[in-house]
């Protein structure tokens, strides 16, 4: 391996993608640490206990606790993902659909009211008319 170091130091350009390269694998590497970090700390299947000897595991033998983790438990790490960004999505749904204000089940009770009134006769077709629009506008 030596010799290609050499290699590239001779041509200027080789040495740019060398650096490049090395640089790329380095953030490469942090960014899959730190996404296995957050996988450990995701998971509700590990206990503490467990969470703690993968963590202490990735953090002092940070190469071999990484491959190690992938092999162990790296399957489970597209799921753990998808699962807590449907929950996310989830709970996002949820606010808007409070923060908006009436849902879509309290509009078709409020026909179903609004109906019964004018069957009893307690207002006339024409009301019934623009209350129907008001409430679906």
């Not at 700390?41 to 993968?54: A, E, I, P, V």
């Not at 790296?74 to 808007?96: P, S, V």
């Not at 009436?102 to 078709?108: C, K």
Request: glycine share 10%; proline share 2%.
């Amino acid at each position: 391996m030596d010799g290609y170091v050499d290699l590239a130091y001779d041509y200027p350009l080789l040495g740019a993608f060398w650096t490049t390269m090395w640089v790329f694998l380095w953030i490469l590497w942090f960014l899959m640490l730190f996404r296995i970090i957050g996988d450990i700390f995701r998971d509700d299947t590990l206990s503490g206990l467990g969470k703690t000897g993968w963590l202490v595991f990735v953090i002092v033998l940070p190469f071999l606790g990484v491959f190690v983790y992938l092999l162990a438990r790296g399957k489970g790490m597209g799921g753990r993902q998808i699962r807590h960004a449907q929950e996310q999505q989830e709970a996002l749904d949820t606010y808007i659909r409070r923060a908006a204000g009436t849902p879509a089940a309290s509009e078709v009770e409020q026909l179903a009211k609004l109906s019964e009134i004018r069957a009893r006769g307690d207002i006339s077709d024409v009301e019934f008319q623009r209350a129907k629009e008001k409430i679906l506008h």
